[in-house]
């Protein structure tokens, strides 16, 4: 073999060795850049081998030349950015693939500021003056929900505006409230003497003010709810929403589960169950002042204040009679002369 062949020889037997310890960059198809970030090597291609992970932090595409879309970067750009470092042993790399399409979301447009909190919205019922029909309405209302004036706020029709400013000295109003709505339903009849001289039937919108309870975490169904599970907040509701004073949630159990948040109705609640079927009861039978206790087994499952259906226990069954209690308290119940017949189920 003559000499410049055995050096070929050598030459490609070198590559190949070089070749196989390569380290590779190999350009992905896509890439998705944050806004406002560069995208760099290690964010369009998959790096192998320490000498390519160590280019990862190349910058290919300045952030400043990125807009919202796609853009399409090809083989000959990002060896033009490698090379531009001057430290790149491009005999131990290996660089494959063709171009790599570069996603950019569009930025995130600013929040709106939230919008300042409102007032409720009508009129304070106590500012209203008594010498119209408007304010001889403020007071019915108010005392039909059982608030003061100044817990109430009252929305009147436009419409009305001919009927609510009449004024009300030397005239009989009648003003019956029809229903139970957040509007109230008002039938009104303005009379001068013995003469009707105006009639309608109106609506007024109406909030009042409360102390609520307001579920402080999630309360599970059937959960007995405790002081530290609620909130009391000071809110303006509708008349026509049942919202349950905190001290009388308090021992109570949701019929569903609570949200964190939500604000408890009575028909959200219900008195826990203290008695459940198979529970051993401690029953105190009074009977002219004298106080017996026993020990029964409930036969059915009662709230507090409801009739529970028990049983003896005498260990042999034919012997067990069956009678009926009071439930008072957590397997607790009361039995009195009224409540000695009968089943709970026929007293419920």
Known sequence: ???????????????????????EIVLRATARIAPGADATLADIADLSGPRAEALGGTVIVPAASLTPGWTRIDLARVTAALDARGDVAWGLLSLRGSE?????????????????????A?????????????????????????????????????????LLSMPTAGRTIDARITGASDRVPIRISIFEGERLIAGRAIAVGALVQRQIAVAKREIRRGQIIAAADIQTEERWVGPA??????????????????????????????????????DLVTVSSIHGGVLVRATAR????????????????????????????????????????ASETGSAEDHR
């Open 1 to 23: 073999m003559s000499l410049a062949r055995t050096i070929l020889a050598v030459f490609a037997v070198s590559l190949a060795a070089a070749a196989a310890r390569a380290d």
């Open 100 to 120: 790599c399409s570069i996603g950019v979301a569009a930025a995130d447009r600013p929040k709106a500021p939230a919008p300042e909190p409102k007032g409720p």
């Open 122 to 162: 009508g009129q304070p019922a106590d500012a209203i003056g008594p010498e119209t029909v408007r304010g001889f309405l403020a007071v019915k209302i108010a005392a039909s929900l059982g608030v003061k004036p100044a817990a109430l706020r009252l929305e009147f029709d436009p419409r009305d505006g001919d």
């Open 241 to 278: 929403l049942a919202a349950v004073r905190p001290e009388d949630a308090i021992g109570a159990a949701p019929k569903a589960s609570l949200d964190q948040g939500q604000i408890i109705t009575t028909n959200d609640i219900q008195s826990p169950v203290v008695i459940r079927r198979g």
């Open 298 to 337: 409930a036969r059915s499952a009662a709230t507090e204040g409801e009739l529970v259906d028990l049983e003896t226990l005498e260990p042999d069954r034919k012997q067990r009679r069956t009678f009926t209690a009071r439930a008072c308290g957590r397997g607790q119940a009361v039995i009195t002369p």
